[in-house]
T-cell receptor
Framework: DTAVSQTPKYLVTQMGNDKSIKCEQN?????MYWYKQDSKKFLKIMFS???????INETVPNRFSPKSPDKAHLNLHINSLELGDSAVYFC????????????FGSGTRLTVV | AQSVTQLGSHVSVSEGALVLLRCNYS??????LFWYVQYPNQGLQLLLK??????LVKGINGFEAEFKKSETSFHLTKPSAHMSDAAEYFC????????????FGAGTRLFVKA
């Protein structure tokens, strides 16, 4: 039933590790996004894919690599995790670009220790 | 480039009182404007959106917002606050010049007192 689902919900890991977050949407949307929300609740876009094609790639360290195997899935892989990567990462999807608003997942709280 | 400013990081109202959350935007072309709500430990949920149709937009949970081009504002209101309205509210803007990339404001935390 869940429209946009992310796994895992919580992720605690040590500095230097590599981790992945997965996202799936069953809404038939054609565009998916990764946003990072910091401890002050500020939301910053990281990446966006439209029909598996990367269309937004913000200034994000290249340790972050998104992958979209199909338009219903968007994963985020993070190499060599740093303390500053601790945040909540949200996946979102929309139809026909940004005009209709997003449907967000419930977030993945990443804590790097 | 587009931007959005939310006035007041915290707003406190009594239950039953008017809720007014302020948002001003900057955009060189007609914008698309959104309000989202985030409850603790949850993702954001779309409350309402303005996409160049009616300037007064009604959303879920009794919220509405009015697009005022002359004031570059899109304030969110609700006539009577309920305890369940306590949450973080985000205003967001998107436009063609920005590649339709949605930019979010810093958020306003709404507290509702009994």
């Amino acid at each position: 039933d869940t429209a946009v689902s992310q796994t895992p919900k919580y992720l605690v890991t040590q500095m230097g590790n590599d981790k992945s977050i997965k996202c799936e949407q069953n809404l038939g949307h054609d565009t998916m996004y990764w946003y990072k929300q910091d401890s002050k609740k500020f939301l910053k876009i990281m990446f966006s894919y439209n029909n598996k094609e990367l269309i937004i790639n913000e200034t994000v360290p290249n340790r972050f690599s998104p992958k979209s195997p199909d338009k219903a899935h968007l994963n985020l892989h993070i190499n060599s995790l740093e303390l500053g990567d601790s945040a909540v990462y949200f996946c979102a999807s929309s139809l026909q670009g940004e005009l209709y608003g997003y449907t967000f997942g419930s977030g993945t709280r990443l804590t790097v220790v | 480039a587009q931007s959005v400013t939310q006035l007041g990081s915290h707003v406190s109202v009594s239950e039953g009182a008017l809720v007014l959350l302020r948002c001003n935007y900057s955009s060189s072309v007609p914008p698309y404007l959104f309000w989202y709500v985030q409850y603790p430990n949850q993702g954001l949920q779309l409350l309402l959106k303005y996409t160049s149709a009616a300037t007064l937009v009604k959303g879920i949970n009794g919220f509405e917002a009015e697009f005022k081009k002359s004031e570059t504002s899109f304030h969110l209101t609700k006539p009577s606050a309920h305890m369940s309205d306590a949450a973080e509210y985000f205003c967001a803007v998107s436009d063609r010049d920005g590649g339709f990339k949605t930019i979010f404001g810093a958020g306003t935390r709404l507290f509702v007192k009994a």
